[in-house]
C-alpha cells in the first residue's frame, strides 16, 4: 500500500483534507431511478444482511489507498446496525447507525462517529429521542440538545433510506439529515443507468447524483446495483478543487 510522502506529513493543510476526503467518500450515498419504471422493479418488503468490501483511491495531495468495509446485521433486541470502517496507513474512521424500521422507514436511534489520524481521535455520538423529538450531540464529551421534526435520519441512516426508496419510481428524493450539530436538507436526483465494471464484476447500476445546488464546486456520484439489493458498487466525487476520489466494490461476502 503505497504511503503518503514525509512532505504530505509534515503539512497540516494536507492532513486535513485527507481527513475530509476519507470521510466523504465513505459518508455520501444517493439515490433513485428515472430510467426504470416502478413497475419493472419490485420494491424490497425487509432488510438482507451483507458484508461488503471496498478498494478506494483518494488524491489528498499525494495518492491514498483505503480499504472499507461496509456491514448490515441485526442485533439480539431486534435493531439493525450499518456499519462503515476504512483504514490506511496512517488514519482510520468508523461510523455506525442503529436503528429501526416501521414501514420501510428508517428509524435512526444512535450514530456513532470515530476517527484517528496520527494518533489523533474525534469521537462523535447522537442519540435520537424520538418521544421528545430532538437528538442529543455528544461530541468530544459535550453534549447538547436539538429539536428535529420526524422523518430526521442520521449519517448512515439516510444511505439505507435511499436502498429502501429507489424502487419508487421518483427522479429525486430529499431527507432531513442530522449532520454537524445542525438539521440539513440532502437532495438527490437520477441520472439514469449504467454498466459499471469493478473488482466485483460488472453490474447494471443506478447512477444518482448529490444535488447541492447550481453553484455547487463539489460533485458526488454513486451507482446503485439493483441485482444486489441496490448495494452501493461505485462512488466518484470531484472536490472543488479538481482532485478526485473513487470507492469501487470488490466482494460481497456472506455474513
Known amino acids: 500500500m503505497p504511503r503518503p510522502k514525509a512532505s504530505a ?58 480499504d472499507a468495509v461496509r456491514e448490515l446485521r441485526k442485533d439480539a433486541n431486534g435493531h439493525w446496525i450499518l456499519t462503515s470502517t476504512a483504514e490506511a496507513v496512517i488514519a482510520g474512521i468508523e461510523e455506525s447507525s442503529r436503528f429501526t424500521l416501521n414501514d420501510l422507514q428508517v428509524i435512526p436511534q444512535q450514530y456513532q462517529y470515530h476517527r ?20 442529543t450531540n455528544n461530541v468530544e464529551d459535550k453534549p447538547w440538545h436539538m429539536d428535529i421534526p420526524a422523518g430526521t435520519l442520521d449519517k448512515l441512516g439516510y444511505q ?32 439514469g443507468t449504467e454498466s459499471v465494471e469493478t473488482p466485483a464484476g460488472t453490474f447494471k447500476a443506478i447512477k444518482v447524483q448529490r444535488d447541492r445546488g447550481d453553484d455547487a464546486k463539489r460533485e ?3 451507482w446503485f446495483a439493483p441485482e ?3 448495494m452501493i458498487v461505485k462512488l466518484y ?8 476520489a473513487q470507492l469501487l466494490l470488490k466482494k460481497v461476502e456472506s455474513p
Open 116 to 135: 484517528q489520524v496520527f494518533g489523533k481521535r474525534r469521537d462523535a455520538v447522537l442519540d435520537f429521542d424520538w418521544p421528545n423529538s430532538r437528538v
Open 9 to 66: 506529513l509534515r503539512n497540516p493543510y494536507g492532513v486535513s483534507m485527507m481527513y475530509r476526503r476519507i470521510k466523504q467518500i465513505l459518508c455520501c450515498t444517493l439515490l433513485l431511478a428515472s430510467s426504470i419504471s416502478a413497475q419493472a422493479l419490485s420494491p424490497p418488503t425487509e432488510l438482507k444482511p451483507f458484508r461488503a468490501l471496498y478498494e478506494s483511491q483518494l488524491d489528498v495531495g499525494v495518492e491514498l489507498a483505503l
Open 220 to 222: 458526488t456520484y454513486i
Open 160 to 191: 439505507m433510506q435511499i436502498r429502501l426508496d429507489l424502487p419508487g419510481g421518483q427522479t429525486k428524493l430529499s431527507y432531513p439529515v442530522a449532520d454537524g450539530g445542525s438539521l440539513k436538507q440532502y437532495d438527490f436526483e437520477v441520472l
Open 237 to 244: 466525487q470531484i472536490e472543488s478543487d479538481g482532485k478526485k
Open 228 to 230: 444486489l439489493d441496490y
